[in-house]
């Protein structure tokens, strides 16, 4: 083979050596240093190793191209499916991929698999909606006008799969999170109703999401508060609170800490009724929480919630 094939290979470029190659260049001293025209064979070389790595570096839209073709053959497998699924859901965090993935028909398509019977491939479609939603009006515009939210909220409602479920939760905060048209069609779809029987489940992550969309809603649009203090989501926070002090060993720490902010911004806020027995619950939490630094955040919760909780005798002489 030639001198510059062996040196550099002939079936595909070799980076170190083509770098090697540059650096002796770059080494010889400027004074000795003759600017001479490239020969053609190193030329042809130099010129095909670009070519290549340009080739190599994949567009997004194409590659986007490849995976829906997949998910829209009903012949391909579910591993391809998963994996199609989940390089979506990685292009969709990026503002334009989501944006290109929606015009090349492809959010469509994902948005389908809300209704596939398979729930792995249920709970990938809700993350790459969750994905391409964020920060993206456009796009939100399509997820509010279109089945999208009322799909999701019946996963959120209906699903047995605790992954289904904790993915349509989290595509709907998404979603709704400080976007005002967004959030009026899911309180037309009622979807408030579904979320707060969602704070009730016995999986701890959907709690925890179903809390953190709430607690969302009500920071920045205060005027629905009223709707969850209406349904007695106060009520229910509170004898979470004393679940978590008789579970004190298997608690999960991010949802009590969520639990009492929510509390928090709700008591503070507005008339909420607390129950006669929200002293003592928020005592024996703040006690169960021990003395350690890592829990300095829902003891001072807790402080502050007790100072807007009647005691045992303020309610008996109210």
């Known amino acids: 083979s030639s001198g510059i094939n062996a040196e550099y290979g002939e079936d595909h470029p070799n980076w170190n050596a083509i770098l090697q190659w540059s650096l002796r260049f770059q080494e010889q001293p400027s004074e000795n240093r003759v600017l001479e025209p490239m020969d053609q064979e190193r030329r042809e070389f130099l010129t095909r190793a670009l070519a290549d790595y340009a080739a190599a570096i994949e567009d997004p839209v194409r590659s986007m191209r490849g995976y829906l073709e997949v998910i ?5 497998p579910k591993d391809q499916c998963i994996e199609a699924l989940e390089e ?15 015009l090349i028909g492809g959010l469509q398509v994902c948005c389908a ?40 909220l019946n996963l959120a409602d209906t699903s047995d799969h605790q992954n289904v479920k904790i993915k349509s939760i989290l595509a709907i905060s998404c979603l709704v999170r400080g976007n005002k048209s967004a959030l009026d069609r899911y309180n037309e779809l009622e979807g408030y109703n579904v979320i707060v029987r969602a704070v009730q489940s016995p ?66 806020n507005y008339k909420v009724q607390c129950p006669s027995d929200a002293a003592a619950t928020l005592t024996a939490l703040k006690e169960s929480l021990g003395d350690g630094e890592n829990t300095r955040d829902e003891k001072e919760l807790c402080a502050k919630l007790l100072k807007l909780c009647p005691t045992t005798s303020e309610t008996v002489d109210r």
């Open 72 to 76: 829209k053959n009903p012949d391909s």
């Open 88 to 102: 979506l859901a990685f292009h969709a965090e990026d503002i334009d991929q989501a944006n290109d993935l929606y």
């Open 113 to 152: 698999y809300i209704k596939h019977p398979d729930p792995d491939l249920q709970s990938l479609a809700c993350e790459v909606i969750g994905n391409a939603v964020q920060n993206n009006e456009k796009i939100v515009q399509f997820a509010t006008e279109t089945f999208v939210l009322g799909d999701l």
């Open 203 to 268: 999986i701890n992550k959907v709690q925890l999401k179903s809390i953190f969309l709430i607690s969302n809603v009500c920071v920045v649009f205060p005027d629905q508060c009223q709707i969850y203090i209406s349904m007695g989501l106060p009520q229910q926070l509170f004898a979470m609170c004393g679940k978590f002090v008789a579970e004190s060993e298997s608690r999960d720490i991010n949802l009590v800490q969520s639990t009492l902010r929510l509390l928090l911004t709700l008591v503070t």
